[in-house]
């Protein structure tokens, strides 16, 4: 067994080399570059999505009272929630230390909150918690493929048998979904089992010498995954001083603790730990996964009348050649300085989708937007979108004009159209945005994403661990976005 630590191997694993980047202009595009496809209908007895974001908004109450209570409450630049910080949300929301931790934990994987250096800042789903469902729904969904952050594993358990498991969990979901009701635990269990065996076997892994039982679950599986705890001291599989537990014996509290995982973030219910049942907004979930569908908000008409951030949610599923053509009509009812300004204010938003297309539109705008975009080039989650714009409106070749950017704002930029595809786009369009980052392998990409500071990286890792299909990939992305949520970066 090789003992390459996991970056060396994915750095040689040709499966997980990135292709030759392409421009980042053609990267900008993936969110609005959609296909043509009518949406599949849920399985039947699917609540509506207002019943959904009902129950989503239930399921994070807690989360939505701390995110508020903490914007308006909490000593500006301290560090986010504190323990002096919790202990004021524990009086002011009659709420235990324990539950505002969890609850802001919560609320930092829904988008609820963003970090931005020391300071924490409401997200763009929280302003539109009360009034769009749509965010409410992508916001739980957002908890639920990070269900493994928001309930962490026991310490006493080998990093690799967890990821094992975590790995594994989509199969049971799947087999919960199909069977339309209760699914009994030992069923899971025999399931689970064979899923991790068949990981293992993908894996090659191989015990080391005589194995009078099933190779145990520690972290000394394949190609060094003790890196995923450093300093862990364990030793190799097949090794006397090695664990002796048997697959079986490790899987079933793992199996507990992901049941209790999914549970705890509204996924599925449990009967006195007999059988799990999905909850409605776990089948609908796992039926969206599964059929890898977008639930995004249709162009409304009249978009010369609204608002600059209601008109371009109106041109987000336009293709380009139609939404220029609304973004002229728009302009030309306006005074330009103030349409400039309206635009620039939505781009400072948190809704990264909109801060693309803000600028898109300001290229309909031109010259007499220039002087507006130089002055926020110093802004640093503008700064990218304006060196692009500067570059264009210079002359520069769009196949080229990425090259204005330095490696870090090159990375800053991917996280945040990242940010945008996961929260309006389709997963296949998360995939093909992996393509078109700077970094030539995933090691130094996650290397750079986890040191750029982006307030969404957590959530942007986690969905694009959710949505690659490689094991191996999407291994490496959870654990990096684990270490980034833990403070670990």
């Not at 969990?169 to 065996?197: C, H, I, T």
């Not at 990264?352 to 507006?372: I, M, N, Q, S």
């Not at 769009?398 to 945040?416: I, K, Q, Y």
Request: negative net charge; charged residues 25%; glycine residues 6%.
């Amino acid at each position: 067994m090789t003992s390459r630590k996991p970056d060396e191997q994915l750095a040689r694993n040709s499966r997980l080399r990135l292709v030759r980047p392409r421009p980042l202009a053609t990267a900008r595009r993936a969110v609005t570059t959609r296909r043509t496809r009518s949406a599949p209908r849920p399985p039947e007895g699917t609540p509506p999505p207002a019943e959904l974001a009902r129950q989503a908004r239930e399921v994070l109450a807690d989360a939505v009272r701390i995110a508020r209570w903490a914007a308006v409450e909490r000593d500006p630049g301290t560090t986010p929630l504190a323990a002096t910080a919790r202990e004021r949300a524990a009086a002011a929301l009659d709420l235990t230390p324990l539950q505002v931790r969890a609850g802001w934990d919560r609320a930092r994987l829904a988008g609820l909150v963003e970090l931005h250096g020391g300071t924490a800042r409401p997200g763009w789903r929280l302003r539109a918690w009360d009034r769009d469902d749509m965010a409410v729904l992508r916001g739980w969904v957002a908890l639920f493929d990070a269900w493994s952050l928001a309930h962490p594993a026991p310490d006493d358990v080998a990093p690799t048998a967890v990821a094992e498991v975590v790995e594994a969990v989509p199969q049971l979901l799947s087999l919960l979904q199909l069977s339309a009701g209760p699914v009994l635990v030992p069923v899971l269990l025999d399931l689970l089992e064979q899923r991790v065996e068949e990981l293992r076997e993908e894996r090659c892994e191989v015990p080391y010498g005589p194995q009078a039982q099933p190779l145990p679950m520690t972290a000394d599986g394949p190609a060094g995954d003790r890196a995923d705890r450093p300093g862990d001291g364990r030793a190799p599989a097949g090794d006397p001083a090695a664990p002796a537990a048997s697959g079986p014996a490790t899987v079933s509290p793992l199996l507990d603790w992901a049941l209790d995982g999914l549970a705890a973030v509204g996924a599925l219910t449990l009967d006195r730990g007999r059988s799990a049942t999905l909850t409605p907004l776990g089948n609908w979930a796992v039926w969206v996964k599964l059929e890898q569908i977008c639930v995004a908000a249709q162009s409304p008409a009249g978009n010369i009348e609204q608002s600059a951030e209601d008109m371009l949610r109106g041109c987000a599923r336009l293709t380009p050649g139609p939404a220029r053509a609304e973004y002229r009509a728009w302009l030309a009812a306006r005074i330009v300085s103030s349409a400039v300004a309206e635009l620039l204010g939505v781009a400072r938003g948190e809704d990264a989708l909109l801060r693309g297309l803000a600028f898109e539109a300001l290229r309909v705008v031109g010259a007499p937007a220039e002087a507006e975009v130089r002055a926020v080039a110093d802004e640093p989650s503008l700064r990218p979108y304006a060196l692009l714009w500067l570059a264009e409106y210079e002359g520069a070749d769009p196949e080229d004009v990425h090259d204005v950017l330095s490696r870090e704002e090159a990375t800053w930029l991917w996280v945040d159209t990242a940010a945008a595809v996961a929260d309006h786009g389709e997963p296949q369009l998360l995939l093909r945005h992996l393509d078109s980052a700077v970094q030539g392998t995933v090691p130094a990409l996650l290397e750079e994403v986890r040191a750029g500071g982006h307030p969404r990286t957590v959530q942007v890792l986690v969905a694009l661990a959710a949505a690659h299909p490689d094991p191996a990939l999407a291994k490496a992305v959870r654990r990096a976005a684990f270490q980034v949520h833990t403070g670990g970066a």
